[in-house]
């Protein structure tokens, strides 16, 4: 009688897929974690200068920001009083005052009569002075050196400390930047350049990538290979022939060479092909059923392109607004040939670059000013951020 014996491959062929999960598992926490390291490289940047802003000065210049919620430590020496400022109290005399700066909020923890020893004595303790006499000091910085006999040096001796303070916080560096001389009127020319110059090449673009991607005319194949070359075409290389053009065109009619209407024509013109490209690919991806639906009930282009290419077409739009928006804000070039470097003209980020040349030793006021200047990009990007990813990838991935 013969017997079948089981077959061992039957494990095998389970351990595969669960050997293939493991690996799968692994792809992602490993993916997960890089998008976590590049979301921290991102976000510690911004973070520590929104911390760095709002700190206090004094503290600011002694630490970084990743010590602001640590009590801050600091070593010092100062004066005390000459033979001329002790005073008589009942045959004790005394020499009185303050080794701290006035209005500041350190703490004394310890005292020293030699910079190698700062703290070798605490607050309070007695210590016995080269001079003669018994100094005290207590944690606001208040001191007593009595002596029995009267004090005769001319020079008062150096006393080191070690003080410690709190963290502390303030609005006061934005008070400062925000009520600086043109920051104001430079924060309106900023969104008074930012807005139109958004807004115009998005229009523009729409209307032009609708065309290239669903109306028929000669040459569409060839205006799609021109805009996807000037995509390639840097703006340093382009903008003096730009400008000789404008200038000329300006002195022709009798109009000014720079102002706000060539600033926003200079950021149409180069941010049109990058809107094209995106716009048309995203929208050559429409449904086409939806179009000749449309087209079988009359609707013309226009009414098309509106009611029904616009809405679908939102999360593209909104990619390429945040890109136009974010390089208008920050541009200070192309702002400076066509508008002008004038107090009235000046735009925001000029007028921080003229801030750090005149406080470049104030850095509370310097973060505070760089992220003002960032506040406005900052809301224009979490306004629309849900769709910058949708609208980017399929901008940049579907063609026709």
């Given at each position: 009688?013969?017997?079948?014996?089981?077959?061992?491959?039957?494990?095998?062929?389970?351990?595969?897929?669960?050997?293939?999960?493991?690996?799968?598992?692994?792809?992602?926490?490993?993916?997960?974690?890089?998008?976590?390291?590049?979301?921290?490289?991102?976000?510690?940047?911004?973070?520590?200068?929104?911390?760095?802003?709002?700190?206090?000065?004094?503290?600011?210049?002694?630490?970084?920001?990743?010590?602001?919620?640590?009590?801050?430590?600091?070593?010092?020496?100062?004066?005390?009083?000459?033979?001329?400022?002790?005073?008589?109290?009942?045959?004790?005399?005394?020499?009185?005052?303050?080794?701290?700066?006035?209005?500041?909020?350190?703490?004394?923890?310890?005292?020293?009569?030699?910079?190698?020893?700062?703290?070798?004595?605490?607050?309070?303790?007695?210590?016995?002075?080269?001079?003669?006499?018994?100094?005290?000091?207590?944690?606001?910085?208040?001191?007593?050196?009595?002596?029995?006999?009267?004090?005769?040096?001319?020079?008062?001796?150096?006393?080191?400390?070690?003080?410690?303070?709190?963290?502390?916080?303030?609005?006061?560096?934005?008070?400062?930047?925000?009520?600086?001389?043109?920051?104001?009127?430079?924060?309106?020319?900023?969104?008074?350049?930012?807005?139109?110059?958004?807004?115009?090449?998005?229009?523009?673009?729409?209307f032009a990538a609708y065309a290239?991607?669903?109306?028929?005319?000669?040459?569409?194949?060839?205006?799609?290979?021109?805009?996807?070359?000037?995509?390639?075409?840097?703006?340093?290389?382009?903008?003096?022939?730009?400008?000789?053009?404008?200038?000329?065109?300006?002195?022709?009619?009798?109009?000014?060479?720079?102002?706000?209407?060539?600033?926003?024509?200079?950021?149409?013109?180069?941010?049109?092909?990058?809107?094209?490209?995106?716009?048309?690919?995203?929208?050559?991806?429409?449904?086409?059923?939806?179009?000749?639906?449309?087209?079988?009930?009359?609707?013309?282009?226009?009414?098309?392109?509106?009611?029904?290419?616009?809405?679908?077409?939102?999360?593209?739009?909104?990619?390429?607004?945040?890109?136009?928006?974010l390089w208008v804000w920050n541009?200070?070039?192309?702002?400076?040939?066509?508008?002008?470097?004038?107090?009235?003209?000046?735009?925001?980020?000029?007028?921080?670059?003229?801030?750090?040349?005149?406080?470049?030793?104030?850095?509370?006021?310097?973060?505070?000013?760089?992220?003002?200047?960032?506040?406005?990009?900052?809301?224009?990007?979490?306004?629309?951020?849900?769709?910058?990813v949708r609208g980017l990838l399929?901008?940049?991935?579907?063609?026709?």
């Amino acid at each position: 009688m013969s017997t079948v014996s089981a077959s061992p491959a039957a494990p095998a062929a389970t351990a595969e897929p669960a050997s293939a999960f493991a690996r799968l598992r692994i792809g992602r926490i490993a993916a997960n974690l890089a998008l976590l390291l590049i979301v921290a490289l991102w976000t510690f940047p911004t973070a520590g200068l929104l911390i760095s802003s709002v700190r206090d000065a004094d503290q600011l210049a002694l630490s970084g920001w990743w010590t602001s919620l640590t009590t801050s430590e600091a070593t010092g020496a100062a004066a005390l009083g000459t033979a001329a400022d002790q005073t008589d109290e009942d045959g004790q005399y005394v020499i009185s005052g303050d080794i701290l700066a006035d209005g500041t909020s350190f703490t004394v923890s310890a005292v020293g009569i030699t910079s190698r020893e700062p703290g070798a004595f605490g607050v309070g303790e007695p210590v016995e002075m080269r001079d003669g006499g018994i100094l005290t000091v207590d944690e606001t910085g208040a001191y007593r050196w009595t002596s029995a006999t009267p004090f005769a040096h001319e020079r008062g001796p150096r006393v080191y400390y070690v003080a410690s303070e709190p963290p502390r916080f303030t609005f006061d560096n934005y008070v400062s930047v925000l009520t600086a001389n043109g920051i104001g009127q430079s924060f309106i020319n900023s969104l008074t350049v930012a807005i139109p110059a958004t807004v115009v090449p998005i229009l523009i673009a729409a209307f032009a990538a609708y065309a290239l991607a669903w109306m028929s005319f000669p040459g569409r194949g060839i205006l799609v290979a021109i805009i996807v070359g000037l995509l390639v075409v840097p703006l340093q290389m382009s903008l003096i022939p730009i400008l000789r053009i404008y200038n000329g065109i300006a002195l022709t009619f009798g109009g000014e060479a720079k102002g706000y209407l060539g600033v926003w024509l200079a950021h149409t013109a180069f941010g049109l092909p990058l809107a094209i490209f995106l716009l048309r690919n995203y929208m050559v991806g429409l449904p086409r059923e939806i179009m000749e639906s449309a087209r079988m009930d009359g609707a013309t282009h226009f009414q098309i392109f509106v009611t029904m290419v616009l809405p679908l077409s939102f999360p593209a739009l909104a990619s390429f607004a945040i890109f136009q928006f974010l390089w208008v804000w920050n541009d200070l070039l192309v702002a400076l040939i066509f508008l002008g470097s004038q107090d009235t003209e000046l735009v925001l980020t000029g007028r921080l670059v003229n801030l750090l040349g005149t406080r470049g030793n104030n850095w509370e006021l310097l973060t505070a000013g760089a992220f003002v200047s960032m506040i406005v990009p900052l809301i224009v990007f979490f306004s629309l951020q849900r769709y910058f990813v949708r609208g980017l990838l399929a901008g940049s991935v579907k063609g026709g």
